[in-house]
């Protein structure tokens, strides 16, 4: 379980929420709803542990453990993974040592350059990425869909257990959107949790909602129960 409780949050001496409180049990899928502004991506750094975003209320446990007092590559291992509303480009860091180095701390491995490869390219191959990205600088120059890409990719091969997506669906033209959709949607099981941050309900068709949050001005003023969910699921949102 990933238990928020009245969570309070500031960044650059701006309150950014306020009094938030949510659950998320393992193997539901949750959805945060908000309009610009209203505090999602300051959630999701917050509980990834961005040090911009200072918690000065609240807490917030992984299974009953404290993870406020970890650094991201700690609340990482312990199987919290942040899908970025924008992903970083990182200059000098080739997508395949990064691959490496992440998938050996998350399962406390050494898997050499040799052995690594074996591991990450039938992976690449079902996920249609060609194996020359191994060999660019991270995100350097990748279009907004292959950045999805790997991100699906690093899904597969740390299997978080609470997976947090901040708006993937923005900036994809549609048949773009429909397969990183797709790709999530087969990424979803039984032992997952995805927290959908969106404002834009077209992935809700993908993936089973059983809670919906709203997010207004940095607090939840409404929580929609899996009815409601499956109404905007089958309907839309009003649109
Ligand atoms: N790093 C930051 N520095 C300054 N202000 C920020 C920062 N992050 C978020 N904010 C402010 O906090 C509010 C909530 O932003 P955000 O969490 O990004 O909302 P959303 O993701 O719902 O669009 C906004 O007013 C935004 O300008
Ligand atoms: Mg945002």
């Known amino acids: 379980m990933l238990d928020i409780q009245d969570l309070k949050v500031s960044v650059e001496q701006k309150e950014v929420l306020q009094w938030v409180s949510l659950q998320c049990a393992p193997g539901q899928n949750y959805c945060i709803l908000g309009k610009n502004g209203s505090g999602k991506s300051s959630l999701a750094m917050t509980v990834m542990g961005h ?141 997952n949790t995805f927290i959908v941050i969106t404002h834009y309900f077209a992935i809700l068709e993908y993936l089973e909602i059983d809670k919906v949050y709203v997010l207004q001005d940095g607090q939840i003023v409404r929580e929609w129960g899996k009815e409601v969910a499956d109404e905007i699921q089958a309907e839309g949102f009003g649109e």
């Not at 050499?112 to 060999?135: A, N, R, T």
């Open 51 to 191: 040090p911009s975003y200072e918690v000065s209320g609240g807490t917030i446990t992984l299974d009953g453990e404290d993870i406020l007092e970890m650094e991201p590559d700690e609340r990482a291992q312990a199987g919290i993974f942040l899908a970025f509303q924008s992903i970083p480009e990182v200059k000098g860091v080739k997508l395949f040592e990064f691959l490496r180095t992440i998938y050996n701390a998350r399962w406390e491995k050494k898997e050499s350059f040799v052995s690594f490869k074996k591991i990450i390219i039938p992976h690449m191959e079902e996920l249609g990425i060609d194996k020359e990205f191994l060999w660019r600088d991270l995100n350097v120059w990748f279009s907004g869909w292959e950045r999805r890409k790997i991100e699906i990719l690093q899904l597969k091969i740390l299997e978080p257990k609470y997976i947090l997506l901040d708006e993937v669906d923005s900036g994809l033209d549609v048949d773009a959107f429909r397969s990183v959709a797709t790709l999530l949607q087969q990424v979803n099981n039984d032992d």
